[in-house]
């Protein structure tokens, strides 16, 4: 038994391909960035924050990453749906993605603000910097270019997690990969050019965020680092 490719639904089904991907492009670029800035607030409060809110900021992050990204979206767009309170599912998936992501964005943050010396630190205040200034101008920018590589790889698995918001009724890469097999029945052919899509958005993902680090981060311009 022979199988037979038969790509030639993409003369006719490319445009809803394309917006699947512009959807997913679009929901990932927001998510990336609140859920960086929404993690970064929260990776200096664990750090820096009086101690009832690092007990909070630590209960929330732990909530977040032990449990999956699916019931978290399926809660916000059902279950807040059977309280009466409805949200769009785009919306939904958005405040999902970001608050999942904004926890795991956190645990990186914090571990690169753990490895900024004490002495730069007690040097700036030294200085008459604020405790404010001193996070803002001298930790933060650090731990970011220290842990950039891991936070980008974070994003770009949130990118392929964006798939997961098919199971509310997102209109995205995947959800449309399933209108197109339920019209042409070349499942094996549509999954094939979805895989080779995210593949592709990946890598634009990527350079994207290693054109961003070689504008933000002067030491990668001197050596031409890459992530």
């Not at 010396?117 to 205040?125: L, T, V």
């Not at 918001?165 to 959800?175: A, D, H, N, R």
């Not at 990969?177 to 042409?184: G, L």
């Amino acid at each position: 038994m022979t199988y037979e490719f038969d790509f030639s639904f993409l003369a006719t089904h490319w445009s809803v391909l394309l917006a699947g991907a512009c959807s997913t492009t679009l929901m990932s670029l927001t998510t990336i960035a609140s859920g960086f800035i929404f993690g970064t607030a929260l990776a200096i409060i664990r750090t820096h924050g009086p101690p009832s809110a690092r007990a909070a900021v630590t209960v929330y992050i732990d909530a977040i990453r032990n449990t999956p990204l699916v019931i978290q979206a399926f809660w916000l767009f059902f279950g807040l749906a059977a309280l009466q309170v409805r949200i769009p599912a785009t919306s939904a998936a958005v405040i999902a993605l970001t608050v999942n992501v904004s926890a795991y964005t956190a645990e990186i943050m914090r571990a690169g603000i753990e490895s900024i010396p004490r002495g730069q630190i007690e040097a700036a205040s030294c200085l008459g910097m604020s405790r404010w200034k001193v996070v803002r101008l001298v930790i933060i920018p650090q731990a970011i270019e220290r842990m950039y590589p891991a936070l980008v790889s974070q994003f770009v698995l949130m990118m392929l997690a964006t798939s997961i918001m098919s199971q509310i009724s997102v209109e995205e890469l995947t959800s449309a990969a399933y209108s197109v097999q339920s019209e042409t029945f070349r499942g094996f052919e549509i999954y094939l050019v979805i895989a080779a899509g995210y593949l592709v958005l990946s890598w634009l993902l990527r350079l994207l965020m290693e054109g961003l680090a070689k504008l933000a981060f002067a030491r990668r311009r001197r050596l031409g680092t890459t992530l």
